[in-house]
């Protein structure tokens, strides 16, 4: 569940788009799994709701009544669906629309993913071998950064040179190998919302 106060998370943070007040501290690789999985909930039925409202505006005038109210009734249900799930949100976590947020994992494992039968890595973390554990907001950054670098060097264009040192560093400073199968499992995080 998350906390209001956390010792050790800053309360306060600028960055380039901005300042962020800490909102709340999301403990365990669980509950910072669910709270990501209702964000993409959130954004998935703001997008469907946002559709079909441009779907109903750009409606012709002489669309049958059926097929109007078919999508308004559509649109209603979707609207009462992200309804509820704001309204969890902002009780559990202070969470509101009017808001830009950052999660910012403090702590973080990376685990390599286990490989099934069928010869396929598998999503299951209790199957997961831990590879490293990240203990830093700092650390973590580092890591994305280096991942990042990796990413953009790698491409057509880029400098293997880069690449290389990135893929380097991951594997001696995280024990990542750029071509393995991994879960980034956040352990604690700390969630920032903007002050504007």
Do not use: C, W
Not at 4 to 12: E, K, N, R, T
Request: net charge negative; aromatic share 6%; charged share 20%.
């Amino acid at each position: 569940m998350p906390t209001p106060v956390q010792s050790g998370v800053p309360s306060h943070l600028v960055r380039e788009d901005g300042a962020y007040n800490l909102v709340a501290a999301i403990d365990g690789p669980g509950a910072n799994k669910q709270f990501i999985a209702n964000l993409q909930v959130i954004n998935a039925q703001r997008q469907a709701l946002g559709e079909l409202t441009r779907k109903l505006t750009a409606l012709p005038k002489n669309t049958p009544s059926d097929e109007r109210a078919q999508l308004s009734k559509r649109a209603g249900e979707i609207e009462a669906g992200l309804v509820k799930n704001m309204e969890f949100m902002t009780k559990s976590y202070g969470y509101s629309i009017h808001h830009n947020y950052l999660l910012i994992p403090l702590k973080a494992n990376i685990l390599e993913k286990s490989i099934s039968e069928d010869g396929k890595p598998s999503e299951d973390e209790s199957l997961a071998t831990l590879v490293k554990s990240i203990e830093s907001s700092q650390a973590y950054e580092h890591f994305e950064a280096l991942r990042a670098v990796y990413a953009r060097e790698s491409r057509e264009g880029g400098d293997p040179a880069l690449a290389q040192d990135a893929a380097e560093q991951l594997l001696s400073d995280y024990g990542f190998k750029v071509q393995g199968n991994y879960i980034l499992q956040i352990s604690k995080g700390a969630l920032y919302a903007s002050t504007h």
